[in-house]
């Protein structure tokens, strides 16, 4: 059974500063791995999508990377601002099958 | 274009009713999920549909739950008898064959 892990649960950075969000699963047989964003009493937003032959994914100040082998994906945000406050989530799914997520990071930027 | 939507967007019952939760999808996107959020928790898949049936329904966590999808495009989340448990955030998604999912904004379900 696929489980992910996201590291840390929370986090808390001054405005400016660039920042690694850590995604682990149990399962490398995955593909797609999907970042998504949530603000307080709302739905998710997808940020990146990396397919399992794909090893990274761009978009804007965010880059997603994929090490299929060891399990692991990273999200990197550069020159964090408040409004990149939310909870990120990250999610895997084999084929056309239900995402299985991780609990989240809460990011707090600071101003 | 027009994103997922969920209707409604908050929803407040009395424990033993019956209530109905509403998706429309993209246009287009032939695979349909639905899933639940817990406070604090992510998401977790309930049922998902390819066209008009339920291609895996073993998130469903009894029998007083139910979902259909008639036409292939809207998707009604159906729960019986409603327990205090039951209280979460439902959450709606729709994908082109493998590809990407897109989530609705959600739909607050509150059994006092």
């Known amino acids: 059974k696929q489980e992910v892990t996201q590291i840390p649960a929370a986090l808390s950075v001054p405005e400016g500063e660039n920042l690694v969000l850590n995604c682990s699963f149990t399962?490398?047989?995955?593909?797609?791995l999907q970042w998504f964003r949530q603000d307080p009493g709302k739905g998710l937003t997808s940020l990146l999508l990396?397919?399992?032959?794909?090893r990274e994914q761009t978009s804007g100040r965010l880059n997603a990377s994929l090490d299929k082998s060891s399990g692991r994906s990273t999200l990197y945000i550069a020159a964090s601002q408040p409004g990149d406050s939310a909870t990120y989530l990250c999610?895997?799914?084999?084929?056309?099958?239900?995402?299985?997520f991780g609990k989240g990071t809460r990011l707090s930027v600071i101003a | 274009g027009a994103g997922v939507s969920q209707t409604p967007s908050n929803k407040v019952t009395e424990k033993g009713k019956y209530v109905e939760l509403r998706c429309d999808p993209i246009?287009?996107?032939?695979?349909l999920y639905w899933y639940r959020q817990s406070l604090g928790q992510g998401p977790e898949f309930l049922i998902y549909?390819?066209?008009?049936?339920?291609?895996?329904d073993s998130g469903l966590p009894n029998d007083r739950f139910f979902a259909v999808r008639p036409e292939g495009s809207v998707s009604t989340l159906k729960i019986q008898r409603t327990e205090r448990g039951d209280s979460a955030v439902y959450l709606c998604?729709?994908?082109?064959?493998?590809?990407?999912?897109?989530f609705g904004p959600g739909t607050r379900l509150t059994v006092l």
């Open positions: 246009s287009g996107h032939t695979a």
């Open positions: 399962d490398s047989a995955i593909y797609n």
């Open positions: 990396i397919q399992s032959s794909q």
């Open positions: 549909f390819q066209g008009t049936g339920a291609a895996d």
């Open positions: 998604a729709s994908s082109l064959n493998e590809g990407e999912q897109f």
């Open positions: 999610a895997v799914n084999s084929g056309n099958t239900p995402l299985v």
